[in-house]
């Protein structure tokens, strides 16, 4: 699925690699973890309920809707939380929560 964000300006920010699913992407410096997701993939995650692709909605951190996890569970609103080099983000279903 292609990008759905694209940078048309501000490009020379610092490069950061962080992980998604086991995957390597980069991000720049600065940017949030819907940002470095959006701009990578065309998928924020998949939603529990229907297993419909979302991309997050209010895109401000009011509506709940882009929830991401740390590999170590730790779960993040990805429009509000700094990309930082080196995290590592699940957007899957995840084993801790299933469990509840």
């Known amino acids: 699925m292609p990008a759905l964000f694209r940078r048309v300006a501000e490009k020379d920010r610092k490069t950061i690699r962080l ?29 529990e309920f229907d297993n419909a692709p979302r991309a997050g909605f209010c895109l401000m951190g009011a509506c709940q809707d882009c929830w991401v996890w740390t590999e170590d569970g730790t779960q993040l609103r990805a429009c509000s939380t700094t990309a930082q080099p080196g995290m590592r983000i699940t957007t899957t279903e995840v084993p801790w929560l299933t469990n509840l």
């Open 19 to 47: 992980f998604v699913d086991g995957h390597e992407i980069e991000a720049l410096e600065g940017d949030t973890v819907l940002v470095a997701l959006l701009t990578r993939i065309g998928q924020l995650r998949h939603n």
